[in-house]
């Protein structure tokens, strides 16, 4: 029985995630609560109901098929999306055997060929699901495709040891250095994530590492960051506010309201004299 694991999103096409165009997996469940977070819906494990209040007409469908709807009882069922004919709800999260999101992957292989592509585990945190993440991984090697992880590096070093022989590339997210700055964040301090970026970068895989550039809240860290991947490609990612209606629609307070994204051109000045690439997808 092929070990089944909990995903939101499946994006074909997907140029940012590594080399070539690629399909990334996302995986639901993260350890981390960073205060820009664009996929809030990443965070926790269980599938979440979302709802989008400017679309709904108020109906009344939703409330006739499940009296929990609009209440702290909802157990994200589904029942109320099924009926909803504007839009309105949607469920973030489903439960798939590696075998069957390995088929999905598996369909764009002539893509992967031609531009050099692959597939990629993303997040939310690939490694939290780590028997999925390595079933997943194993199929994708048996069957040639090049393959990447984006991870946070928040997990027990023994589980990046199970999954580096079958990666080609680790994309690495570093948030910052200063562990209180860190803490303040991201709800956790930095310390096994530093350790293991240490271990990262001695055990001979390809790295990438990457960070959320963000005005006011860890734009001060970007010299540390610099210092910690010495020798190893960096990419800036500027914030963007592209997910702020998602906290809304899981009923959630956006910690960076106040926060504007920064200027790209200053962005891309930055980038060049940290010897670091820009990438203004984040």
């Known amino acids: 029985m092929s070990v089944k694991g909990t995903v939101f999103d499946v994006q074909r096409f997907s140029i940012h995630d590594g080399p070539g165009i690629r399909t990334t997996v996302f995986?639901?469940?993260?350890?981390?609560?960073?205060?820009?977070?664009?996929?809030?819906?990443?965070?926790?494990?269980?599938?979440?109901?979302?709802?989008?209040?400017?679309?709904?007409?108020?109906?009344?469908?939703?409330?006739?098929v499940c009296k929990k709807t609009h209440t702290p009882e909802c157990v994200a069922c589904g029942e109320c999306v099924k009926v909803c004919r504007h839009g309105a709800r949607e469920i973030s999260g489903y439960t798939a055997s590696a075998e069957e999101i390995a088929s999905k992957l598996f369909r764009d292989r002539s893509f992967y060929e031609t531009s050099g592509g692959g597939i990629t585990l993303s997040g939310g945190e690939p490694l939290l699901q780590p028997d999925?993440?390595?079933?997943?991984?194993?199929?994708?090697?048996?069957?040639?495709?090049?393959?990447?992880?984006?991870?946070?590096?928040?997990?027990?070093?023994?589980?990046?040891?199970?999954?580096?022989?079958?990666?080609?590339?680790?994309?690495?997210?570093?948030?910052?250095?200063?562990?209180?700055?860190?803490?303040?964040?991201?709800?956790?301090?930095?310390?096994?994530?530093?350790?293991?970026?240490?271990?990262?970068?001695?055990?001979?895989?390809?790295?990438?590492?990457?960070m959320p550039y963000v005005p006011g809240l860890n734009d001060t860290e970007v010299f540390s960051v610099r210092e910690l991947t010495r020798g190893f490609p960096l990419e800036l990612m500027a914030y963007h506010d592209i997910g702020a209606s998602k906290y809304e629609a899981l009923g959630r307070k956006y910690m960076c309201g106040d926060v504007k994204p920064p200027d790209k051109n200053e962005m891309i000045k930055l980038a060049d004299s940290l010897g670091a690439v820009f990438d203004p997808a984040f």
Request: hydrophobic share 40%.
């Open 27 to 64: 995986f639901k469940g993260c350890d981390l609560r960073c205060r820009w977070c664009h996929n809030p819906e990443s965070q926790t494990s269980a599938p979440q109901l979302m709802f989008y209040a400017h679309k709904c007409v108020s109906c009344g469908a939703c409330e006739a």
């Open 132 to 210: 999925f993440a390595f079933e997943l991984l194993t199929l994708c090697k048996n069957a040639g495709l090049h393959t990447a992880l984006e991870t946070a590096a928040n997990v027990p070093w023994t589980t990046f040891e199970r999954v580096l022989p079958l990666l080609d590339l680790v994309l690495c997210d570093v948030k910052g250095v200063d562990p209180d700055l860190h803490k303040r964040n991201t709800g956790i301090d930095n310390r096994l994530i530093l350790q293991n970026i240490e271990r990262l970068k001695m055990s001979g895989v390809e790295i990438r590492f990457r």
